[in-house]
């Protein structure tokens, strides 16, 4: 090795302390390693795979921050290893990372994600309203640049999974997984939520199936996200408003029924949603012990097209 990579002080090295184990136990290991000028942890870890522990475990993809594979606590924070650099953690100390610790260990970094993709298979999904003729004459769906930039945000999304690992309702309760869908999912539901052609209603799926009165908007989620998306102040409060909107309000109520807007209930829903395509009713089973509940998916085909005006442009794929 060049000597001019080696960083100074601590003597040119860094103690990586790493998880060794599986789902039976296991313990930290300590690797001694040369400092390397402009590496990010994950570097390090392939240092550490190819010069001393060739079966260390560790799952990742693209180290450039995109594929949300290589999710860690980096000395116990909720971190993605190929974006955290070494020379912003504190210099001269041990660098701990262990793997996130809401999931169950496969092996050393890696973790068993798949309590997330049960979760992501109980919303119901994207489901446009029918076009209107101008719309079909037009060739696409007309709606505001501002509801196609509101949802993009939560586009962005990597499914790291960081902010599901960070939050404490599941965190250190996973009896609370069977009826808590996590920041993630209240992410995606109000992506779809505020979607303006969807015309399903997720509000008492969030409220009574997937636990979103259990979030105290302790915001955790947010800061340990590595998209920058505002989970909390723009996902999860506009849905908790919504879904104390659907029960509570009484305007909101009167003006569903003038306009004809109320929701249908779960069992309608499941009396008129088509057997597959995109606006079919979730099966009642249990998966990995989390029900999957009859969906709300209140198909609106007939739902009353809003005042649109400015774009033309084809519904974006959700
Ligand atoms: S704000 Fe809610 S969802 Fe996010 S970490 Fe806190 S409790 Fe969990
Ligand atoms: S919302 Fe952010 S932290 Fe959560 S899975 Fe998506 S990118 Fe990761
Ligand atoms: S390797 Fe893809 S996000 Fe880190």
New binding site residues.
Partial sequence: MAEEDVQPGAGGEITMRLWRGDETGGEFADYVMPAVEGEVVLDVIHRVQATQAPDLACRWNCKAGKCGSCSAEINGRPSLMCMTRMDTLPPGETVTVAPMRTFPILRDLVTDVSYNYEVAKRIPPFNPRAKTEDEVEAGGYRMQQIDVERSQEFRKCIECFL?QD????IRDHEENKTSFA??RF?ARSAELEMHPLDVNDRRQLLQEDQGLGK????????EVCPEHIK??DNA?IPLKERAVDAKYDPIAWLGRKILNRSKRTPAEAAATSPASGPAAVQPDVEVHGIPVPVGITAKRADAPAPDMTDTTEDAPAV
């Fill in positions: 902010c960070v939050c404490h309702v996590g920041p209240f979030c105290n908007i302790t915001k955790c989620c947010t989970i909390t999860i």
